[in-house]
């Protein structure tokens, strides 16, 4: 992987040379010893009973502690202040003698979660995409990477994907470069922009997927079900032959997955995860439910809040143990799959909404994203909605149509706007505003809920903790 790291710092056509070289090395070689030893171990150890399960996840914790306490400030003092020692923690229930791990506590102090045994020169840096607050910064190996596509290519093997497979990815990135899209022949991905103007881009998008054999899709449940929505609206015949679609990084809501199904004609996966890296959970064969991975890490959920508290296992570089979420967990919460008889702990039927975005109203009433999505949740031709809090009595609603605006997207707008005046009441004013393609498209995700509220009031996490 340092040939990646030197190979990104050289210029653009030196660099794609480079690419298509590497690119016609056989995948086995390609992904790297990390990727391959992660794999191998995962499509061998899905099928453990639950006692081998618990016994390897209490050694990545046993290792991980040991690593924290003697080279993370931050958890050194944890440590300490409580009179602990790394052997104290015999059993992941244990965990919870260490406090909850909250993001304003990295931004506090960010030089007391770097490991210090770490060289500089082997970390890549990561950040999150910053859907319930400002993004965060932080470290991670330079084979950590590598290690977390070997835990998605393992649960995409669910729905036949083999690593080194083709994949077209429609995501929240823009395309350098005047074409909307780009061939990675290293990791064998096309990628398309999602802003689409026209039936022409359409057309071709579909004609560049047919001709690389590409047979899956990859991306956004607001990305893949906008491009969708534009081949039914352009009556664009899709003469693909697809395996499945894989969902990423957003809620995924029942109307989407039917819609981009029934567009795409094949099946769809979807899995939980998140850039932190402290959980990982998706589909199995024969179930929707979130099958978190304990190779991973240890997934808490809260009993009162079914808030989603995680310890990852690939981050040495600047751990995360105990880190708050802000996702919710819903029931009912089960251990092990009669399904597909994996092991897994726990299994979560879904997750939605983030603890962090609410909307208060003027009785002080917070009122969560998974409440206020509802208005939302059936429609064909709104694309994207973002509500924003200017005071107690003022929101806005901003909205983009799946294409063009039409009569259709304004009874839409109208009927949800109802919903959402419901929801809030009457002591709230809810102005409409529209949403560029342009905004929503090109920078990543927008958040569902933005609030001007003072900080202290918005940090409320529903843990009544301080
Ligand atoms: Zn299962």
Redesign the pocket.
Known sequence: MQIRTIAKKLPRPIKNTLKTAYGAIPSRLRLGRAFWETYHFLQESQWWDAGRLQDCQMRQLERLLAHCYTNVPYYQRVFDERGLKPSDIQSPSDLQKLPYLRKEQIRKEPQAFLARNRRQDRLEHRYTTGTSGQPLQFPVDYDELEREWAFAFHQWSRVGYVPGDARAEVRGTQIPGPKPYEWDPVIRVLRLSPVVKDKETVQFYLDTIRSNHIRFLYGYPSSLTYLASLIERYKVSVNLTLTALLFASETLYPWQRSLAERVFGCRSYNFYGMAEHVVIGGE????P?F?CMPQYGITEVDPKTGEITGTGFLNHAHPFLRYKTADVATQPIQSG?P????NYFP?LADVEGRLQDFVLTPEGVPICSCVLTFPFKQRRTIARVQIVQETFNRVILRSAPVGEADAQYEAELTEAYAGLQHILGEGVTIRKEGISPEEYMGQGKLRFILSHLPREIRCYDGSGES
Not at 339 to 342: L, S, V, W, Y
Request: charged content about 15%; overall charge neutral; hydrophobic content about 15%.
């Open positions: 199995c064969e024969s179930s439910a099958h799959c399904g597909c008889g994996r299994i």
